[in-house]
């Protein structure tokens, strides 16, 4: 079981901008698709942004398509996550996530059950 640890979470007035960054550990990050989920206050926990093993396919939740990036290297065993033009609904817990099943479809990147591996979080708190 590969660890996943997130950071660069913090507090950022609307219209600004963070970087979240996951390191993986205890396995190769080629091996495995990665994804970023956030959880906001109250509610369940959701997808944001997906990018496969070698970086040639990603996907982004509709309400931050456009200002959010994700990118990987995996020489450096890190998948980042830019995130600009932050508003107020971007609030919420982000998690990083691994998956080491074969993922074909876009729907696939998208479910939480496909991926086995889990980081602790970090918070990002969108506020004036």
């Known amino acids: 079981q590969v660890q996943l640890v997130e950071s660069g979470g913090g507090l950022v007035q609307p219209g600004g901008s963070l970087r979240l960054s996951c390191g993986l550990s205890g396995g190769t990050l080629s091996r495995y698709a990665m994804a970023w989920f956030r959880q906001p206050p109250g509610k369940e926990r959701e997808f944001v942004a997906s990018i496969s093993r070698i970086g040639g396919i990603s996907y982004y939740r509709d309400s931050v398509n456009g200002r959010f990036a994700i990118s990987r290297d995996n020489a450096k065993s890190t998948v980042d996550l830019q995130m600009n033009s932050l508003q107020f609904e971007d609030t919420a817990v982000y998690y990083c996530?691994?998956?080491?099943?074969?993922?074909?479809?876009?729907?696939?990147?998208?479910?939480?059950?496909?991926?086995?591996?889990w980081g602790q979080g970090t918070q990002v708190t969108v506020s004036s």
């Open positions: 996530a691994a998956s080491e099943q074969a993922l074909y479809r876009e729907t696939s990147y998208r479910t939480q059950h496909r991926y086995a591996s």
